[in-house]
Each structure stands twice: as structure tokens, then as C-alpha cells.
């Protein structure tokens, strides 16, 4: 736990030194920057394994439950974000129950992020 809260707090001074605040306190494009930045920087995250059942996918909410806002990386990772459709169905944040298309922002409460239509994470739902 101590590990955890010393990697977040280490997490919110490295966003405030290069955006000038951290993750909760950034406006939708400033967030969107921040997730594109990760993903430039190499960033991978957990796109399989993809949860079959509604007890792995409580498990993955579970887990994002247990991060602040500003842990911004680590969500990205866990929720297993991509910049792009997924799969032969080409899925994608347009069509996920949770997509505010007019906000372009991901609804659900885990989340809480902004995203662009052609995106796309593990806990898309329709
Ligand atoms: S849950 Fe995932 S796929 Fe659905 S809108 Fe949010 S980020 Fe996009």
C-alpha cells in the first residue's frame, strides 16, 4: 500500500512537472494529451487476456477501483486501452455502451476518461 501511494504521488509530480497538473485536475484536452503521450512513449497494456465472463470483468473493475484519478498510467494498463479499433469486429469506443459520443468521453465510472471514437479498451460492452 505504502509502495502504491509513493508510485502514485511520483506519478502526479512527473504530470505536474510536464502538463502543470496532474490527471485530476486536467481539462479533456489536456487528458487526451496525456493519454496519447503515454502510448508515444511506448506504453503496452492489457488488451488480452479479454474478459469472457461477468466475474472477470468485475475482477478488472475491481482492480481500477482501487486508483485514483491520477493514476492515470496504471489505468490505461489495466483497462487494456488502445488507440485503435480492436479485433476481426474492428470494436471500437464508438459503438461501447459507455461511449458519451458528444463528449467523446468514457462513461464508465472506473474509467472516467476522455476518448476518441476510434479507440477502444477490454471493457468495451455493447
Ligand atoms: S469502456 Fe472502453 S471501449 Fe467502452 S467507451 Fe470506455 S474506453 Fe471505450
Known amino acids: 500500500m505504502a509502495d502504491q501511494q509513493t508510485a ?17 485536475q486536467a481539462d ?4 487526451l ?15 488480452e487476456p479479454f ?3 461477468d466475474r472477470e470483468f468485475a475482477k478488472i473493475l475491481d482492480n481500477l477501483r482501487t486508483m485514483s484519478a491520477d493514476d492515470l498510467r496504471k489505468k490505461l494498463i489495466e483497462s487494456g486501452w488502445l488507440l485503435e479499433p480492436y479485433g476481426e469486429d474492428e470494436m ?21 476518461l476522455p ?5 477502444w479498451c477490454r471493457l468495451w460492452r455493447i
Open 33 to 47: 494529451r496525456m493519454i496519447e503521450d503515454h502510448f508515444q512513449e511506448g506504453l503496452k497494456t492489457l488488451v
Open 115 to 119: 476518448a476518441e471514437p476510434d479507440w
Open 28 to 31: 479533456h484536452a489536456t487528458l
Open 92 to 112: 471500437r469506443c464508438q459503438e461501447c455502451m459507455y461511449y458519451l459520443v458528444h463528449r467523446r468521453w468514457c462513461d464508465l465510472p472506473e474509467l472516467n
Open 8 to 24: 502514485s504521488a511520483e506519478a502526479q509530480v512527473n504530470y505536474k512537472e510536464k502538463y502543470g497538473v496532474t490527471p485530476s
Open 51 to 53: 474478459p469472457e465472463t
